[in-house]
């Protein structure tokens, strides 16, 4: 530090350097002691981490033990006293350093960890005491040396005598020129020092001694001077005492002042044990904070609504006279009371004197408040039975209300003491949330009541929780955030009246489009529900980011404030800062509660470095303002200060994770906003949000990769960055989905592919922000891929090929190496194997076994009569299929001979897929049939003959896109042996280009052949296994010599022995293919698979009635036959095992028995394609002729599943003979094959349970046991039912069970084989094998040099050319997605035309009673019902719906107004229908005029000319009955009976309406309507312009009005006038008595505000009643309240 502060040209005085050697340990030891606090406390074993704080401080003790002995020799060599201090401290310190490092080695190694860790503390802390020790000594060594000098200075004063002048002049001379120059030299150390200083005031005092040393010495000169000329003047010798006297007094006061600097280490030996008991205590408070009870607050609140609910509702049913559910509804409102009071005590409890939260005065607060809530209960008890014991007696009502008011005041009181913003909004999201599903399933079981209620709570809830998001949105300073969070509350608000639209829909007409439409608005409007709580609600990351830009503009403005002077200001910025700090502290301290141990000791010890930087500002500030701005020191300080608080803001927010969080609830809110756009198929907004989505995430995964990096967990590091990259990865995908789905708006997979990725996206973001909010259940493709996803893992394993590489060819050079031996282990532990992609074969065989698996599983579903579960396993199996078909397509398309099917194979292909394409669906309607009569053996017989067929298409498709190793051996070898002889014939030609060509394509098929051939040889005894070996490793090795020997032949045509040496080479590599053939007997074992594929190719074709493809089969079945013989006949000859030669010359003898039968009976199908007998007998005897084909694989290749393979296809053909005797009615052929059966299933079985121990996938252990299982009990079950069958041979049924029953055996015996198989073999697992074999020859010292080296070079090979296709290109999808957008332009979100108010009121109007109607209120709501349904197949957005609507609605409230009496409501009610009235007539008019067919025209004026005079006479009679004193009974019948003429004529205009617009009656030309002022012309009479759009819809009946239904007394509330509305105004206003007003407003009386803040009366928000097992629970309507608390 002292050569770099001389470097630097800066101060580089003894006491800053130290000073900065004190900071930089500070640091230091504060992060040290921060580890061993976690460490020790944990007795763990010591991390990497630990290490770093050890060097670190380590590194600082040796840097100060190095400059002090320096000084030392230095600075204070004349000062030998201070010298050896410095020395000795030095000494001292550099022995406690070595306990200290010798400490950390003993934990290292040490038994008793918890003894070491207690030393290591011990040594840490006495080497830190010795530390701090030094630095007093060297820092107090420039003191002392001032001192020194000054004691000096003093001796010299002492030795000038004034009398020496005369007797001694010479020597006066001398001690004067000492003592001056003594005085002077102190001067200078004493400026030194005062600029050292850091007390203003002792810098201004030491600048002033300085000065009067230096005048006070140049006096004691010059008066010496005039002494010396004029020695026994007595003044002058006066004067010079005089001067020595003030001389000594100035040196004094130096000294005195000295003596009272440089104190600030003298507490320093103690200050690090404080900072490290400071962190233990902080830790510990820490971890209670962490073990806190979370609070109540939103449960409360929650609670409290739906306590308020109740109470409403219990009026609600006084209203209607349903005394029964009235009591039901007392009872929960007190079980919720109940439950308020008790959350409300526990709430208490945290904020008691030993709680969490320690708060005597809200902790009484809140008891006081459970206690109010107990006490007047009871009352409201009293008073709600009395209202309802009396129903008729007012009194008694309103001692209710009354009672109702004081327990709404006393739940208020509650509510007021724990109300904040993020409780607020969670409340409210719970309720609505609950409104919604409770009004689906009232509108699903058509509850029309319910539905009008809870449609009413959901647009009450909606309105509070769209106010509070918009209020925190206004609260947010991060104006992205802001902009995000009013943009969901818009779409919020959007959704909500689809929601109302869609319940309404489903309860007039509960068809599945409807009900589908119902569920897909519902989640829509959850989503955004659940969107706005998380975008909305604060996190303690966000409130720090603007905590610390606080902290940062106060700072500032400190600083300002003491620049200018600005004392006052000054005080009142510390004190903002010091709340502000302990804010910051607050906050963090909350964050730091969910990090891990270690993270939470370092931001505590960054806390508690900020509290000490802020206090030397507020200090610097202070002493800068006292100087009116003028101490450079100060201002060089205060701006110090500054910079260092901004830096540890910084290091917090990085701590913390804040910035991260920060911009994941950025990114999480466009996501959220995308998901909207999508479901409103806004594209232009799709396309904004991606592109921020796209440049947010650019900012995001630099932070979290940081945030993995500062991570000490490595579960919470691995999470961080897998899901990063798997956010990577989505991100581009989720483009590219989008734009699939813009292309074609009517792509229902691409929008939920879409939908889901966004969700994904979103889920990851949360386990990003909060380690408690990871979802293990995401699938990951990242981690599944390596690290760097899909192309990034397999570049990632290339870029590792050198090393490794390097590793072998050492290892091929000394076998013993052990640092070779170590980086070859290092290498593999490395590779990322999950980094590599299958190719298409594979993916084709994998999705093969999965739609097997979906088949059996809709099997399964069928037997068991589960309809559901067939209709799920048919949607897997759709799913996979539609996969596998993308698969095999590219398969037939792919450019690599070893794999390309030739020309037959991918015709088998591509009839297999358009086979299964018909099949499938089939198989569905069948497995319904079966699911729905589980007994019709019929129809099981042919689900699985069905099945059958399809399982024979699954393996010809395997067979022709997949094969088994042999078939792939035999194609590889094929095209090594076609490269072969292009090479040779390139290198006779002497062309270099095309060797090289021929090259590439030789390797590339003997890496293919050498790989299928080690699987091959897997299975069969060592010696062969062995042999196989031993030939792929001669081939391998041959490459690279063929590869250098041909490019030199082709080189050199003329060189005759490079040719030949070439073509020997070429040959030798034929031989060795040839070898390979032999070895893995892949001729016979792949045509006896190809003999198999045939066969179901000819079953397939002759039973679907294609006699040429049937005829083709038979001509290449017969050909394959023939090679198959002489493949047999070669393998009997080679081989040497007697027993083998029997099974294969048996299995031979017994196909070639077969085949002529076989295609006679092929014949027969083909002649009669309908004969279902002739179909079976062909059924059986393919399974006939399998079974010797099956043999003859397990003879050549005894592995366990081709025995197993082999003994299922024996009992297959069994069964199937059976099938014949039994239907021939031969009964003793019959006992005979019976009890052949049971000795083949004996075997099966247990060859199935062997394999079950064998294998180690627990999938496949679970389904061989389970079919094992099924097929000994389907075989106990066999022969009776094949005894029955062939003793009735007639009998069509007992002949279908039989054929049912087999098949179900067969089935389990396909599921048994399949299980036994292993999975095909990936191109990661063909790596895995070869790395092991190299491992395993690299450990054992035991290395073929050329074959180890040669295997090395080919997994390296094999991975460099490994296919990089990565994700989508990001910034391509982006492009396209903008121009996907811009050319559908700007579209408009669908918004709903009828209001809030009127869809409240369609939906209470569906929801009133249909019984008889007998007052007057009764009979005009009657009136009102049947004109709502005579509209209910109008289409929303036409005027003549809505003006009928607004025509019914106002009846609606004109009924309510006569029921409660409102004389002014009644005549408000009249004049709105008689406006819509004539509204409706000035739309139709123009219809009728321009109707073409002239008797609809006449019907349609004459209804619509009646309908305007009951206009006119509705209004007056209305008044007319408003007027009247008591019940005016002729009034009420004229009205009654206008309202119901009304209704006629409403009924024919709109039958009219529907003829005209279904018989296009209209003219062309509209002479009706004239343009808008923009230029267009308003909308037709029907809504939409499209001819279908307002047609009625078929099946819809004729608009009519029905009797007056029978009614009860109205529900009180939901009137939807505006204005004073005793029931309950749903518009804007006051609302004047019971009900709740929807709009804000004040509510007076029983009314209820939907805005926040308190509502008087009844009609606040209500909602779901606790279900009967937490509670009581609503009694009433099909639909319940709700799940219960």
Known sequence: LAVAHKMSGEPNTVSQIVERIIETMSDSVSQLMMLLVVYQERNAEPQPSLKGGIDMVQNTADTLHNVANHMAANEFGEYPDIRRKIEDASAILKVKSKEFQDSYQSLLVTQNRAQSWSQLVEATKEMLRKTVELLQVVYGAERERVIEAARRALEAMNGVHPDGAQSNPRDFTQDVSRAATQANQLAEMVRGKADDASNPQQRRQLNELASELNSESKRLIDDANLLLRDRTNPQLIGKVEDDLASLNDSIGRTQRVLNDMNRELDSAGSSFD?????????????????????????????????????????????????????????????????????????????????????????????????RQLDAVLPQYMSAGKGAIQRPDDDNARNNLDQKQEILQRAIDDLTALVSNPNAEINASARKELEDLDALRNAAREGDGPMVSRYAKQAVQENNILNDLARNAAHNRQDPVVREQILEACDELQRLLPHELLAAKNA?????????????????????????????????????????????????????????????????????????????????????????????????????????????????????????????????????????????????????????????????????????????????????????????RHSTLVPLARAAAARSEDPLRKKQLLEDIEELDRLLPETIAQSNRYLQNPNDEEARRSVRQSIATMSDLLSGICDPAEYNPNIQRHSSAHGANGNNGGA???????????????????????????????????????????????????????????????????????????????????????????????????????????????????????????????????????VAANPSDNNARAQ?????????????????????????????????????????????????????????????????VLCDESRVAGQFRDPASSQRILDTVAALESLMPVLAQDSRAAASRPADTLAQRKALADCDQCEALINQLLDDTKANAIALAHQEIADLDKLDKHAKAG?????????????????????????EIARSNDPRAKDNLQGALNELNSLMRPHIEKTKAVMLNPHDQKAKDALTSSTAAMKAPLAQIIATLKPSPENVIGATGEREKSLLGQLREAAGRGDQPQTEKLLADVAVVNNKMTQLARDQAGRIADPASQKQLLDSAQQLDQLHQELPPIARAAAANPGDARAQSKLAAHTAKMENAIDMITKASRPPPESETAKIKRLSAALLRQSKSGRIDSARFLSAAQTLAGYINGLPTDGPADLDSELRKLQENAARQGRTSRVVVSSSLDQLLGFLKDIGKDTHDPKTFDEMIQAVANDINKTARYGDDSDPVTIHTRNIALALSQLAEAAKTGRRQEMIQAGRDAAQ??????????????????????????????????????????????????????????????????????????????????????????????????????????????????????????????????????????????????????????????????????????????????????????????????????????????????
């Open 795 to 929: 570049d990632r394993l290339k870029s590792m090929m050198p090393d490794f590489l390097n590793a072998a060819r050492r290892l091929s050079t000394n076998p013993a190496d052990p640092l070779a031996q170590r980086q070859m282990q290092d290498s593999f532990d490395a590779m990322d194997f999950g980094a590599l992609a299958s190719n298409d074969q594979d993916k084709v065989a994998n999705l093969l076994n999965q739609e097997r698996s979906a088949l059996d599983e809709m099997l399964r579903a069928a037997d068991r009569g589960d309809a559901a579960g067939v209709n799920a396993a048919y949607d897997k199996l759709q799913k996979v299929h539609k996969d596998l078909a993308a698969a095999a397509q590219n398969l037939i398309n792919s450019d690599d001979p070893t794999i390309r099917p030739d020309e037959r194979r991918r015709q088998d292909i591509l009839d297999s897929l358009q086979a299964l394409d018909r099949l499938l669906p089939q198989a569905h309607q069948q497995a319904l049939g």
């Open 507 to 695: 309860l007039e007409d509960p068809s599945p489009q409807n009900l589908n439409q119902l569920d897909s608005s519902t989640e829509q409007l959850k989503d955004q529900i659940h969107a706005i709580v998380d975008i909305s609600t604060t996190r303690p990351e966000t409130e720090l980011i603007a905590a610390c830009d606080r902290e940062r503009a106060i700072v500032e403005k400190m600083k300002n404030d003491a620049n200018r002077g600005d004392g006052a200001s000054v005080l009142r910025d510390h004190d903002d800062l010091l709340q502000n700090t302990d804010l910051i502290r607050d906050l963090s301290k909350e964050i730091a509660a969910k990090k891990e141990r270690p993270r939470q000791a370092q931001i505590v010890a960054t806390l508690n470095k900020l509290d000490d930087q802020v206090a030397k500002a507020n200090q610097h500030a202070k002493v800068l303002a006292d100087s009116r701005g003028q101490d450079p020191a100060a201002r060089s300080a205060l701006l110090a200060d500054q910079q260092q608080i901004a830096k540890t803001l910084e290091e917090l927010l990085d701590l913390t994770d804040a910035n991260l969080v920060a911009e994941s609830m950025r990114q999480k809110g466009d996501l959220h906003n995308m998901r909207g756009a999508l479901d409103a198929g806004d594209s232009s907004s799709l396309a904004e949000n991606a592109q921020s989505i796209a440049q």
């Open 274 to 370: 404080s900072k490290a008991e400071q962190l233990r205590r902080n830790l510990e408070e820490l971890e209670v904070s962490s073990n806190s009870k979370p609070s109540f607050d939103q449960d409360i609140l929650y609670l409290a609504k739906k306590e308020r609910a109740e109470m409403d509702f219990l009026q609600e049913d006084l209203d209607e006279g349903d005394q029964d559910a009235a009591a039901q509804s007392l009872d929960n409102v007190k079980a919720y009371n109940d439950q308020l009071a008790r959350l409300a005590r526990k709430e208490a409890d945290r904020y008691a004197p030993n709680g969490s939260s320690p708060d005597p005065q809200m902790h009484q607060n809140l008891l006081n408040a459970a």
């Open 1106 to 1130: 294609d006699a040429a493809a049937a005829a083709a089969d038979v001509n290449h079945l017969v050909d394959v036959h023939k090679s198959l013989q002489k493949a047999i006949t070669d």
């Open 943 to 1007: 689900l699985y003959n069905t099945a059958d067929q399809i399982r024979k298409n699954f393996d010809v498709l395997d067979a022709a896109a997949v094969g088994v190793p042999e078939t792939r051996i035999l194609q590889a070898a094929q095209a090594e042996k076609d490269a072969l002889d292009r090479l040779r014939n390139a290198v006779r030609a002497g062309d270099v280009a095309g060797a090289e060509r021929a090259l590439e394509d030789v390797k590339h098929a003997n890496e």
């Open 1476 to 1685: 819509h009235i004539n509204l409706l007539y000035q739309t139709l008019l123009p219809l009728a005029n321009q109707c073409q067919d002239p008797r609809t025209k006449d019907r349609l004026l004459r209804a619509i000319q009646a309908m305007k005079n009951y206009s006119t006479q509705l209004k007056i009679l209305t008044a007319v009955k408003a007027g009247s004193s008591g019940q005016d009974a002729d009034t009420e019948d004229q009205l009654v009976s206008v309202a119901r003429s009304l209704g006629s004529n409403l009924a024919e205009s709109l039958s009219c309406v529907y003829t005209i617009k279904g018989g296009k009656l209209l003219d062309s030309k509209p002479s009706y309507s004239r343009p808008s002022a923009g230029g267009r012309a308003p909308p037709s009479a029907f809504g939409s312009s499209s001819s279908s759009s307002s047609a009625a819809p078929r099946g819809a009946p004729a608009p009519r009005v029905a009797p007056a239904p029978r009614g009860g007394p109205a529900p009180r509330g939901g009137a939807a006038a505006p204005g004073p509305a005793r029931g309950g105004a749903v518009g804007a206003g006051p609302a004047a008595g019971r009900g709740g007003a929807v709009a804000p407003g004040p509510a007076a009386g029983r009314g209820g505000a939907v805005a926040p803040g308190p509502a008087a009366g009844r009609g606040a928000a209500v909602g779901a009643g606790p279900a009967r097992g937490g509670g009581p629970a609503p009694v009433r309507g099909a639909a319940t309240r709700g799940r219960g608390f």
